[in-house]
């Protein structure tokens, strides 16, 4: 089986190829997603093999781009939606939660949308405003939308093909700084064997405590997982892989061995994902618990300016910390 | 139904019956297609803004045929207005008054063609050969709205405002890339909105994308005067069909309460569409004559004069007073599609009343295609709590 080193982004190219090749009825559309290959070039070169109806350079409309891709949807095509930065996803809020989250719903089944909308989010690239949010919460909380994230290429190239061929349409969240960190990945191994899309994933086995991340955070997780070995703490850490529906099984096994759980996100704390987490968990988990559900978040503040962005950010120290937080209890 | 030759043509199967040589309206608007007056007078063809010919030639039969569309449908919103009024619908949205351009727009689609309503187009509705109870169940709050769009070709209703728009706009895109374009087997599209949407966003992305894609759409706004209680001026200093230039396309404004020109314009714009001539902005100018929906009071917005005047330019009678003229209808007739009407309204008053409320459980169902656990889950927690209630004093 053939397995290569790839980024993340490569990863996502070529598994965006690997779905045009298999479909004729998926596009993608967006801005700049054609002859640039998009600002993360992650549509690069597929205008060129697939030409200009199946790679669509759209007007600069995002709430266009959603709604014309539910119309397509419904004409039978399978619509990949690239928005450009997570900060600007918001002018298409409304056509994603209020259209494409209900349709199937109010259809009683008869219309499927399987859209897949992909956001490049999250914050420690140096951007400007509006280029570092993540949004993830908004759609967790809509009911008839699915919201995964990918953390390595391996995954960034199995879950957006999967995402494809979902008939529920779905947010697919990629973690913009990790877009160039490299990874194995088994490029011929067929879809049917990849891990499932809504599987939360064991990354790192451990006894004390349990850590959960998803996207940018998983990299930053496992990090601290090394560093808590010089002070004797042997983390357990999960990628959550799917925001909604949540898999929270091995999770909820995981915490009643260690008793501790930290949950780390970048999005703010105040009814974040990490809140959701810490209710449940404490509601599964509540004999087994040493101590409160921690998170470890962004601020509930805007997204600050880039020079003061590590500080915003939760960053190996900040995790250790919170796990630090955990034992003390 | 009307099948007549549509839109622009330059020669009928037979000579329509005509009274008036080639005119506008009764307004005295030179850019208003009409081809049938208040009065009940036919005007042979009008000439649109950029200069497109419009007439019709219908056979009586079709004649008699778009009446009768007229009365049944304005009957029967009648009768979901007065269910509504009796506590059987939580909420009505009248078309009274704007019947023709539903008619003579529904009327112009090809079986092909594919709509996307708002929640007004019981009339276009009727005219796709949908069931008349099937809004209802939206209305009455036991489903949203539940017909197959694609066995239809009719899409369910939307309430936010132009978002359907854009719906269209990328179906019809759909079509270009399916290669459906050119010929009477052609797709169209048709996009109904009101005069409210032509401020949302949604509806101007939808021209910026239809212009740029040459799409098959045909954009129809009904200009009914009024969003909820704020008239056209709170949304527009020019005339809306002239909107359509800034994108690139064609406007054109009808006599919305003319039948025969609606069908007219739509049918050639249609045409147009359908042969790769891309999208026509169609304002069909015309008059809610009723309430917003059955929880507003249009008394306090508006004057009586106004509404009196625009009840002088009914879209029924006026076609009564031509088949009346033309000796195309006589009293047994107009006595017998009141009756029918009457029937139909009457089946639909009993059908609705019959109406089961849903399962609870249907709540859970649909959400996903492919299901979720967090649903499921709660599915059957709902489950057992309702259970728990068994021969408990519930």
């Known amino acids: 089986m053939a397995t290569e080193t790839l980024t993340l982004g490569k990863a996502l190219n070529l598994g965006l190829r690997r779905a045009l090749e298999q479909d004729p009825k998926v596009i993608i559309m967006g801005e700049d997603v054609g002859k640039l290959g998009g600002v993360f070039r992650i549509t690069d070169g597929l205008q060129k093999d697939f030409g200009e109806n199946r790679i669509i350079d759209t007007p600069l409309a995002e709430s266009g781009i959603i709604g014309t891709a539910i119309g397509l949807a419904i004409r039978g095509y399978r619509p990949i939606c690239e928005i450009q930065f997570d900060g600007f996803v918001y002018p298409a809020y409304d056509q994603i939660v209020s259209q494409v989250a209900k349709m199937h719903y109010r259809s009683q089944g008869k219309v499927k949308l399987p859209i897949v909308i992909r956001i490049p989010f999250g914050g420690g690239i140096g951007a400007v405003e509006h280029h570092s949010e993540s949004p993830e919460a908004y759609f967790s909380h809509t009911a008839g939308l699915k919201v995964v994230s990918c953390a390595s290429p391996q995954d960034a190239y199995a879950m957006i093909q999967q995402a494809v061929t979902s008939d529920d349409p779905i947010v697919f969240l990629e973690p913009k700084r990790r877009y160039y960190e490299k990874g194995p990945v088994e490029i011929d191994a067929p879809l049917a064997d990849a891990y499932p899309l809504h599987a939360t994933r064991l990354v790192r086995a451990g006894r004390d405590a349990t850590v959960l991340a998803y996207g940018p955070m998983v990299r930053t997780a496992l990090d601290a997982a090394t560093a808590a070995e010089e002070d004797g703490r042997d983390l357990e850490v999960f990628d959550l892989r799917s925001l909604s529906p949540l898999d929270l099984r091995p999770v909820y096994d995981s915490v009643r061995r260690t008793g501790r759980c930290v949950v780390v996100h970048e999005a703010p704390g105040n009814l974040g994902l990490g809140a959701e987490l810490a209710a449940r968990i404490t509601e599964e988990c509540f004999y087994s618990l040493e101590a409160p559900v921690l998170r470890v978040t962004g601020y509930d503040t805007p997204y600050p300016a880039a020079r003061v962005e590590e500080e915003y950010l939760p960053n190996l120290d900040r995790v250790l910390d919170g796990v630090d937080r955990t034992f003390g209890w | ?394």
């Open chain 2, 1 to 394: 139904m009307a099948r007549g030759d549509g839109g622009a043509t330059t020669r009928g199967k037979r000579a329509a019956p005509r009274t008036q040589k080639r005119g506008t309206t009764g307004t005295g608007d030179p850019n208003l297609v009409q081809l049938l007056t208040p009065e009940g007078e036919r005007i042979d063809s009008a000439t649109g803004p950029d200069g497109t010919e419009y007439r019709v030639d219908f056979t009586d039969e079709e004649y008699r045929g778009l009446y009768r569309d007229l009365v049944l449908v304005r009957k029967l919103d009648a009768e979901a207005t007065a269910l509504q009024r009796q506590g059987e619908l939580g909420i009505w949205a009248s078309l009274l008054g704007q019947e023709a351009a539903q008619v003579g727009s529904g009327r112009a689609l090809r079986t092909q063609d594919m709509a996307f309503p708002t929640y007004r187009e019981h009339g276009v509705l009727y005219c796709r050969g949908i069931d008349p109870i099937m809004p209802l169940g939206l209305f009455r709050g036991v489903d949203q709205g539940g017909w197959d769009p694609n066995e239809f070709k009719f899409n369910m209703y939307t309430i936010v405002i132009g978002a359907q728009t854009l719906h269209a706009t990328g179906y019809a895109m759909g079509i270009t890339m399916d290669g459906r374009i050119g010929g009477d087997e052609g797709e169209a599209v048709i996009a109904y909105f009101g005069d409210g949407a032509t401020s949302q966003g949604d509806v101007n992305e939808a021209f910026v994308w239809a212009g740029v894609f040459n799409s098959p759409i045909v954009f129809f706004c009904q200009n009914n005067q009024y969003a909820i209680s704020e008239p056209l001026e709170r949304q527009t200093r020019v005339p809306l069909y002239q909107r359509a230039a800034g994108f690139g396309f064609p406007g054109v404004r009808v006599d919305g309460n003319d039948v025969l020109a609606s069908y007219a314009v739509t049918r050639h714009a249609l045409d147009n569409a359908r042969n790769g001539q891309g999208p026509t902005l169609i304002e069909a100018y015309t008059y809610r004559m009723g309430a917003h929906t059955t929880t507003d009071d249009p008394t306090r917005y508006r004057i009586a004069s106004e509404v009196e005047a625009w009840r002088a330019k009914d879209p029924l009678a006026r076609v009564k007073a031509f088949l009346e003229k033309q000796q195309i209808g006589d009293e047994s007739f107009f006595a017998e599609i009141d009756e029918q009407a009457k029937q139909e309204a009457l089946h639909l008053r009993e059908r609705v009343l019959a109406m089961p409320d849903p399962q609870p459980s249907t709540i859970f169902d649909h959400v996903y295609a492919h299901g979720s656990p967090l649903v499921d889950a709660e599915r059957e927690q709902a489950a057992r709590y309702l259970e728990s209630f068994e021969g408990s004093a519930h």
